[in-house]
């Protein structure tokens, strides 16, 4: 004789799908990336890096205006400010898909160290911003010479 063996969900199985049910519903409901809500968070795209003198931050922004653009430092603190201008379609245009996020904007993010907020350069070149923040003198690390008696 052979015998079938019927698996019966746990209620942990359960409580998963049920889980991920609730997130599939709820997800129709949630903002659209780039809405105020989320999208401040997630615009700009940047990437950071530094080395002993310089931290580099480049950012994307394809569609903006460099005009519209702010940068601040503040302390420790940079600020990229601005807004992308939606595009005027004719008034009889019917959209099928809009994806692209338009209005303000605004992100801020703790640089690695202490920088000369006098010497900070910004350029904008094919949708990218790149900012070159150098180091303030007084946190560069300094060579100490040990003098004998």
Request: hydrophobic fraction near 35%; include cysteine.
């Amino acid at each position: 004789m052979i015998y079938r063996r019927y698996s019966v969900p746990s209620i942990w199985q359960e409580m998963d799908r049920m889980q991920r049910e609730m997130n599939r519903v709820a997800s129709a409901f949630a903002p659209e990336r780039g809405e105020r809500s989320r999208g401040t968070v997630n615009f700009p795209a940047l990437n950071a890096w530094t080395d002993d003198d310089v931290e580099v931050i480049t950012a994307e922004m394809p569609g903006v205006d460099p005009k519209d653009i702010e940068v601040n430092v503040v302390g420790d603190v940079l600020t990229i400010s601005g807004k992308r201008s939606p595009e005027d379609p004719d008034a009889e245009v019917q959209y099928h898909r809009r994806e692209r996020v338009c209005g303000e904007f605004s992100r801020s993010i703790q640089l690695a160290f202490p920088v000369d907020s006098e010497h900070v350069v910004a350029g904008y070149e094919n949708g990218v911003l790149r900012i070159e923040l150098p180091r303030a003198e007084a946190d560069k690390p300094r060579k100490i010479s040990v003098k004998t008696a």
